[in-house]
């Protein structure tokens, strides 16, 4: 199976902070990477896909890269809105997996 | 627009068989997978298994011996069965469809099991 090492686990920045947040997958899964928001009480909402594509309606603060087979999403702008757990996925093969989660809060 | 909304019951005994319904609109089962994930309480998401576009489908090997997904395309239907439940399947189920990247673009509500005596 292929493991995705999701770090921090738990994270404050400021207002208007840029914020970084990565995962490492064990072996190459390509641009077959997601990256979800879940707010309390709610459903994850997908804000990147293939890696590096914003899906539908997410603001342009937030991007993601590729450096072999490290990822990071990158919030430009923190906002109070953004404050929930974020996950990566991997769907580059069979059982698809996720990180632990990083948990972002306003400082 | 595209919508998934899971249902079944809440509170469940242990040994005893889980199933949901996982009822979609606005898009095909024959276009679109559609899986489940699972989100213990406070905890983070573990995906469970897939039924794909096609028709097949894929489990995670943790819970395999124990689930079954199927669908009905003619109703937008996928239901997931699982039997001999314990204590620890105890959390959310969601279903969520697969965009043609195999990300979830589309969740559903969520539904909250309890595996309890």
């Known amino acids: 199976d292929i493991q995705m090492t999701q770090s921090p686990a738990s994270l404050s920045a400021s207002l208007e902070e840029i914020v970084t947040i990565t995962c490492q997958a064990s072996q190459d899964i390509g641009n077959w990477l997601a990256w979800y928001q879940q707010k309390p009480g709610k459903s994850p909402q997908l804000l990147i896909y293939?890696?590096?594509s914003l899906a539908d309606g997410v603001p342009s603060r937030f991007s993601g890269s590729r450096s072999g087979t490290q990822y990071s999403l990158k919030i430009s702008r923190l906002q109070v809105e953004d404050i929930g757990i974020y996950y990566c996925?991997?769907?580059?093969?069979?059982?698809?997996?996720f990180g632990s989660g990083t948990k972002l809060e306003i400082k | 627009q595209v919508q998934l909304e899971e249902s079944g019951p809440g509170l469940m005994q242990p040994s005893e068989t889980l199933s949901l319904t996982c009822t979609v609109s606005g898009f095909s089962l024959t276009s679109n997978g559609v899986g489940w994930v699972r989100q213990p309480l406070g905890k983070g998401l573990v995906w469970m298994g897939t039924?794909?576009?096609?028709?097949?489908?894929n489990y995670n090997s943790a819970v395999q011996s124990r689930l079954s997904i199927s669908r009905d395309t003619s109703k937008s239907q996928v239901f997931l069965k699982m039997n001999s439940l314990q204590p620890e399947d105890t959390g959310t189920y969601y279903c969520a469809r697969h965009a043609n990247t195999y990300a979830f673009d589309y969740w559903g509500q969520g539904v909250m099991v309890t595996v309890s005596s």
């Open positions: 996925q991997q769907a580059s093969s069979a059982p698809l997996t």
């Open positions: 039924i794909w576009a096609g028709g097949s489908t």
């Open positions: 293939g890696a590096t």
